[in-house]
Nanobody
C-alpha cells in the first residue's frame, strides 16, 4: 500500500527555519516527481514547490522562491522541504505529494498528483 508520511512541522518565530521530511513507502520515489502543497485556515490548498529528478525540472510559488528548497533522497525514499526566512503568511498545514515522472511537466496542479501525505502543521508566530 502506497503511503506518504510527513514530519517536521513546528512553531517557529518569523525569520526562522524548518526542514520538513516526507517518507514514501510502497512506491519508489526515484520514479516520481514530488511536490509540497499547503493549506492555510479558510484558504484553498495551493502548490508551493515541486521537483522532478534532482537537478531537473522544478517550479515554485513566487512568494517562496529563494527561501524554500525541495530535494529528494532516492536511497532513503524521502523528500524534503527546507524553509528559511519563514513569515507568518507561511503558516499552514503542509502536504507532500507525488506523481509519476512520466507525467510531470513542472506543474503545481493538485489534480495531477496521485499520492498524498496526511499533512504537518507549520506555524510562524512570535
Amino acid at each position: 500500500q502506497a503511503e506518504f508520511v510527513e514530519s517536521g512541522g513546528d512553531l517557529v518565530q518569523p525569520g526562522g527555519s524548518l526542514k520538513l521530511s516526507c517518507v514514501a513507502s510502497g512506491f519508489p520515489l526515484e520514479y516520481y516527481a514530488v511536490a509540497w502543497f499547503r493549506q492555510a485556515p479558510g484558504k484553498e490548498r495551493e502548490g508551493v514547490i515541486c521537483l522532478g529528478n534532482t537537478g531537473g525540472m522544478s517550479n515554485s510559488l513566487d512568494s517562496v522562491r529563494g527561501r524554500f528548497a525541495i530535494s529528494k533522497d532516492n536511497a532513503k525514499n524521502t523528500a524534503y522541504l527546507q524553509m528559511n526566512d519563514l513569515k507568518p503568511d507561511d503558516t499552514a498545514i503542509y502536504y507532500c505529494a507525488a506523481m509519476p515522472l512520466s507525467k510531470f511537466l513542472g506543474e503545481l496542479d493538485r489534480a495531477n498528483y496521485e499520492f498524498w501525505g496526511q499533512g504537518t502543521q507549520v506555524t510562524v508566530s512570535s
